[in-house]
């Protein structure tokens, strides 16, 4: 089992900042992804931003240029650096992160509200 941890989020005024981050523990080995996903009620969930531990990194077009995706092996933490909110960014923040292997088994955060408005 793999254990994710999200913190970082709030609320922020448009055109404001936030960084989320994710720790992982318990069997992290044979990661290769690790990423964000964002929800809204009512909308499906949708990917935000990966990276993989070859360095690969995915964005949704509407966070491009805007949101980073990062990480730090030595504390087997991802983060997601978020500038010029806008309101149209207010979700719930989910973690993730994927295991290789013979079946593949992602695993999901508790999620963090992130709130932009005036």
């Known amino acids: 089992q793999v254990q994710l941890v999200e913190s970082g989020g709030g609320l922020v005024q448009p055109g404001g900042s936030l960084r989320l981050s994710c720790a992982a523990s318990?069997?992290?080995?044979?990661?290769?992804?690790m990423g964000w996903y964002r929800q809204v009620p009512g909308k499906e969930r949708e990917l935000v931003a990966t990276l993989t531990s070859g360095g690969g990194r995915r964005y949704a077009d509407s966070v491009r240029g805007r949101f980073t995706v990062s990480n730090d092996d030595a504390k087997n933490t991802v983060y997601l650096q978020m500038n010029s909110l806008k309101p149209e960014d207010t979700a719930v923040y989910y973690c993730?992160?994927?295991?290789?292997?013979?079946?593949?088994?992602?695993?999901w955060g508790q999620g963090t509200q992130v709130t932009v408005s005036s």
């Open positions: 993730y992160a994927r295991r290789v292997g013979p079946v593949p088994q992602d695993y």
């Open positions: 318990g069997s992290i080995f044979s990661i290769n992804t």
